[in-house]
């Protein structure tokens, strides 16, 4: 069966069965669980309620890549632009030809967000004269 959750429950009547010296082959045909998973519990240095640590770095946005958007906002304001300004779009564009970027364009998305809300001031913060 295919993506059976292995709750404590279960979990500890894999180890009592491997203990009592059923064969992994037993257990996991009984249990409807492929022998791989039986065997990783059967180990048991593996427990079903410890995750691991998520350690993937997602920031592929580097202080380069954050420099470059923010000069691209301030040639925007040089030249004082109504209209075409530059979006996430053609900043992504502009990374992928002239950095050789090879991230996302969501990701560049959310970095030009998050910039632009650093770089303006909220207008509920007028200050009255």
Do not use: W
């Amino acid at each position: 069966m295919k993506g059976v959750i292995i709750e404590v429950d279960m979990y500890s009547a894999i180890r009592t069965r491997f203990i009592d010296g059923e064969s992994i082959r037993s257990i996991a045909k009984s249990l409807n669980i492929s022998r791989p998973t039986v065997t990783k519990y059967c180990e048991g240095s593996t427990h079903p309620d410890v995750r691991k640590v998520y350690q993937r770095q997602p920031d592929v946005i580097t202080d380069a890549i954050k420099s470059f958007i923010l000069s691209c906002f301030k040639e925007d304001e040089q030249e004082n632009l109504k209209k075409k300004k530059h979006t996430a779009k053609r900043i992504y564009d502009r990374l992928i030809s002239e950095r050789d970027f090879n991230g996302s364009y969501s990701t560049v998305r959310t970095a030009v967000r998050k910039l632009k809300a650093e770089r303006t001031v909220p207008p509920q913060s007028s200050i009255p004269l």
